[in-house]
């Protein structure tokens, strides 16, 4: 399984950028795919989270109502809509997948499948 994050790149406050993560090599159908982020100095923080399956989304109280995560399963491709950016939201973005949905998942300890990051950067 590979994963592949892109989209990142920088913005003003107040803008917006969408990340996809491209899933390739076997996938399944119950895979739960999640982003997380990780500024410089700070632990890697779960963003959003969405199960392949059903498509049940889970958002992280920081980001609720201002991202979005979103998958198309044609495309094994998980996007995340991030709108009304601050400079905050600044870090390096990840993608991540696992098998079966867990109650941690929240928890990037729970993730064996990771993408190489992607850096957003919130700034005038």
């Known amino acids: 399984v590979q994963l592949q994050a892109s989209g990142g790149g920088l913005v003003q406050p107040g803008g917006s950028l969408r990340l996809s993560c491209v899933i390739s090599g076997r996938t399944f159908n119950d895979f739960t795919t999640a982003w997380f982020r990780q500024a410089p100095g700070t632990e890697r923080e779960f963003v959003a989270a969405?199960?392949?399956?059903?498509?049940?989304?889970f958002t992280a109280d920081s980001v609720k109502g201002r991202f979005t995560i979103s998958k198309e399963s044609a495309k094994n491709t998980v996007y995340l809509q991030m709108d009304s950016l601050v400079p905050e939201d600044t870090a390096v973005y990840y993608c991540a997948a696992r098998r079966y949905h867990t109650v941690r998942y929240y928890s990037a300890d729970e993730y064996g499948f990771w993408g190489q990051g992607t850096q957003v950067t919130v700034s005038s």
């Open positions: 969405i199960k392949w399956s059903g498509g049940a989304r």
